[in-house]
Each structure stands twice: as structure tokens, then as C-alpha cells.
């Protein structure tokens, strides 16, 4: 599996290509896109009332979450440290 996190997508900059400013709002654009998955992740993160008597279902559910949050956080990082890095390009 790819880390994510270390995995950054830096286009090279020319004039035939893609603006700078466009680049990097694309990559704005999508960062909150994917906050907004993780504030919508919250919303069904796993709760032990949900769970009463079933403590190990309750602790896989609670890793797969945080998984699947880690892995969005992780994208979200991504693609603001490519906006930063894309806008200081000389």
C-alpha cells in the first residue's frame, strides 16, 4: 500500500502547463472536500453503547474507524503540503 502521507504529487511549472494559482487551488479545493469527509466520518464513529456486551466488535470497529480517518488525515496533509510547496516553486 502507498503511503499516502509521503507521497506528494509536485507538477512541474512552465507556460504551456496548468497556473500556478490553479494548481494550488485544485489541491485547496479538494483538501476541504476531504474535511469534510472527515467531519462526516465523525458522525458515525463507533460508540460503546452500541456495542454493550460486544467489547471485541466494539474494538475492531473502533480501529477500522480510526484507520479510515488516519488514511483521510493523511490525504488532507498531502494536499496542502503539494499546495504549499507548488506555490513557493520558483
Known amino acids: 500500500m502507498i ?3 509521503a507521497q506528494l504529487m509536485t507538477p512541474f511549472l512552465n507556460n504551456n502547463g496548468t497556473a500556478r494559482c490553479d494548481l494550488v487551488a485544485s489541491r485547496l ?3 476541504e472536500a476531504i474535511y469534510a469527509a472527515m467531519k ?3 458522525e458515525i464513529r463507533p460508540n460503546s453503547r452500541d456495542y454493550i456486551g460486544k467489547d471485541a466488535i466494539f474494538d475492531l470497529d473502533v480501529s477500522i474507524y480510526s484507520a479510515r480517518f488516519s488514511a483521510l488525515d493523511a490525504i488532507h496533509n498531502a494536499l496542502y503540503d503539494e499546495a504549499i510547496i507548488i ?3 520558483q
Open 87 to 89: 506555490n513557493d516553486c
Open 29 to 31: 479545493e479538494a483538501k
Open 40 to 42: 462526516a466520518l465523525q
Open 3 to 5: 503511503n499516502l502521507s
